[in-house]
T-cell receptor, first 115, second 114 residues
Framework: GAGVSQTPSNKVTEKGKYVELRCDPISGHTALYWYRQSLGQGPEFLIYFQGTGAADDSGLPNDRFFAVRPEGSVSTLKIQRTERGDSAVYLC?????????????FGPGTRLTVL | DQQVKQNSPSLSVQEGRISILNCDYTNSMFDYFLWYKKYPAEGPTFLISISSIKDKNEDGRFTVFLNKSAKHLSLHIVPSQPGDSAVYFCAASPFGGATNKLIFGTGTLLAVQP
């Protein structure tokens, strides 16, 4: 079946603009995760959804970052007043959402460049 | 603070030989560990995992070893193949599985020479 998909694959924006990044998880997966990967670093956790609710948003760096998953499927990561330091690859992952899931399934990521 | 550390940024191995990738962690609450492989412009792909109740897990050419007392794990690939060339990430979870956040290391770039 289809894997995790993310759109757009690339996004270039100017400092101060607003951006939305979209994630379509694997069908039936109730858990959805957002990570951010900066150059030379590993993925850094941002937020985890179980169904429609954010079960853990401890990784969001500040209040410019917000994510929603209104129907428990597609999720949108929203970044307000973008800064050059927000430039990174934003990865989305999903898992069945059962206790003891073996792995998270990652999408290809959205490369965000803030000029 | 980096709770999961991969101290070797890169590793070069001859085809057919063993590749050993290392990972250290500092948080004794971590009880589930995963290895992911990442090719350029793709998302990470799951390779193998291990629970803290085990010290070894094997899947084909891939074996993960866990030394809890040393807070160290390693991934062995044998025999190494050119298609194994990628960045390998170690990840850890304190939640008894992969549901909830994973803490990743900085990665090791493996180059398998033909």
């Amino acid at each position: 079946g289809a894997g995790v998909s993310q759109t757009p694959s690339n996004k270039v924006t100017e400092k101060g603009k607003y951006v939305e990044l979209r994630c379509d998880p694997i069908s039936g997966h109730t858990a959805l995760y957002w990570y951010r990967q900066s150059l030379g670093q590993g993925p850094e956790f941002l937020i985890y959804f179980q169904g429609t609710g954010a079960a853990d948003d401890s990784g969001l760096p500040n209040d410019r970052f917000f994510a929603v998953r209104p129907e428990g499927s597609v999720s949108t990561l929203k970044i307000q007043r973008t800064e050059r330091g927000d430039s990174a690859v934003y990865l989305c992952a999903s898992s069945p959402g059962l206790a003891g899931d073996n792995e998270q399934f990652f999408g290809p990521g959205t490369r965000l460049t803030v000029l | 603070d980096q709770q999961v550390k991969q101290n070797s940024p890169s590793l070069s191995v001859q085809e057919g030989r063993i590749s050993i990738l290392n990972c250290d962690y500092t948080n004794s609450m971590f009880d589930y560990f995963l290895w992911y492989k990442k090719y350029p412009a793709e998302g990470p792909t799951f390779l193998i995992s291990i629970s803290s109740i085990k010290d070894k897990n094997e899947d084909g050419r891939f074996t993960v070893f866990l030394n809890k007392s040393a807070k160290h794990l390693s991934l062995h690939i044998v025999p190494s193949q050119p298609g194994d060339s990628a960045v390998y990430f170690c990840a850890a979870s304190p939640f008894g599985g992969a549901t909830n956040k994973l803490i990743f290391g900085t990665g090791t770039l493996l180059a398998v020479q033909p």
